[in-house]
């Protein structure tokens, strides 16, 4: 069964940096997809930050230049380095990876930016 593993999430003061971690475990596959998304009390989950096989990447216009996606394929993980932090990060990011026709998710990871 495949399972997605976040970590990383925390407390951290504007301006900071946070480096979120997601391992899969029982892949047989690569994921043609592995991605980050965040939720906020009260919003919707909404999309961050996308890695494709290709090395392909995707960010949300809020996040660029501030985040980056990466993958290490040999060890089906996928990290997200969060820098400049700022208030309006904080949320529970969940991992996301895609393999049709099944999306995997993770069970998200708190992360909080005190101003």
């Known amino acids: 069964q495949v399972q997605l593993v976040e970590s990383g999430g925390g407390l951290v003061q504007a301006g900071g940096s946070l480096r979120l971690s997601c391992a899969a475990s029982g892949v047989t596959f690569r994921f043609n997809y592995m991605g980050w998304y965040r939720q906020a009390p009260g919003k919707q989950r909404e999309s961050v930050a996308s890695?494709?096989?290709?090395?392909?990447?995707g960010y949300a216009d809020s996040v660029k230049g501030r985040f980056t996606i990466s993958r290490d394929n040999a060890k089906n993980t996928v990290y997200l380095q969060m820098n400049s932090l700022r208030p309006e990060d904080t949320a529970v990011y969940y991992c996301?990876?895609?393999?049709?026709?099944?999306?995997?998710w993770g069970q998200g990871t708190q992360v909080t930016v005190s101003s």
């Open positions: 890695i494709h096989n290709d090395g392909t990447t």
């Open positions: 996301n990876a895609y393999r049709s026709p099944q999306a995997y």
